[in-house]
Antibody, heavy 122, light 109 residues
């Protein structure tokens, strides 16, 4: 069964740092681009960042550029999101999501994790 | 930046009725549009990709159409489990990016 499982969320103060992880199973991880998508409480979906299968190409939403870093360890089937300089507006559920096809960096997302909550508050 | 506008914001219908949800883009998207369903407390579920292709396991009552700047998700006959929030999504190839619409809430009338 294809699965994604996020971890690493928590409560922290503005300006803090956090690293999220997403473990993958049931598919050939290094063949697929992956993304992080977030959802603030009661709000819609916001794409955060994407990385291609070999990790060579990444991109970020303007709202997190320069503060967040996406990476992956294909030997561990794990996706990461390093979050620095956190702000209250970064409070959200963070989902990792798998690209639907083996092409490109972004695509439709056919598999999603359950999400991990990040709360930034003083 | 390509902006996706979904309409209506809320759609109130009864089981058995037909639902038509719209997604309008500020710039042409070719066919790079996907649709998702999200229920409370759950992750989104992919319904349609590349404008008109049903994802694996999605019932035939869900269909997608459109091209350019106008896209539609149609649910031919609503089942009780279809009442949820629906999002459209587009992808830009370079730089690689993703945009979601603001969502349409489909509620029971």
């Amino acid at each position: 069964e294809v699965q994604l499982s996020e971890s690493g969320g928590g409560l922290l103060q503005p300006g803090g740092s956090l690293r999220l992880s997403c473990g993958a199973s049931g598919f050939t991880f290094n063949n697929y681009a992956m993304s992080w998508v977030r959802q603030a409480p009661g709000k819609g979906l916001e794409w955060v960042s994407a990385i291609n299968g070999n990790g060579a190409t990444t991109n970020y939403a303007d709202s997190v550029k320069g503060r967040f870093t996406i990476s992956r360890d294909n030997s561990r089937n794990t996706l990461y999101l390093q979050m620095n300089g956190l702000r209250a507006e970064d409070t959200a559920i963070y989902y990792c999501a798998k690209a639907n096809t083996i092409f490109g960096v972004v695509d439709a997302f056919d598999v999603w994790g359950h999400g991990t909550m990040v709360t930034v508050s003083s | 930046e390509n902006v996706l506008t979904q309409s209506p914001a809320t759609l109130s219908l009864s089981p058995g009725e037909r639902a038509t949800l719209s997604c309008r883009a500020s710039q042409s998207l070719s066919s790079y549009v996907a649709w998702y369903q999200q229920k409370p407390g759950q992750a989104p579920r992919l319904l349609i990709y590349d404008a008109s292709n049903r994802a694996t396991g999605i019932p035939a009552r869900f269909s997608g159409s459109g091209s350019g700047t106008e896209f539609t998700l149609t649910i031919s006959s609503l089942e009780p489990e279809d009442f949820a929030v629906y999002y459209c999504q587009q992808r830009g190839t370079w730089p690689p990016s993703v945009t979601f619409g603001q969502g349409t809430r489909l509620e029971i009338k």
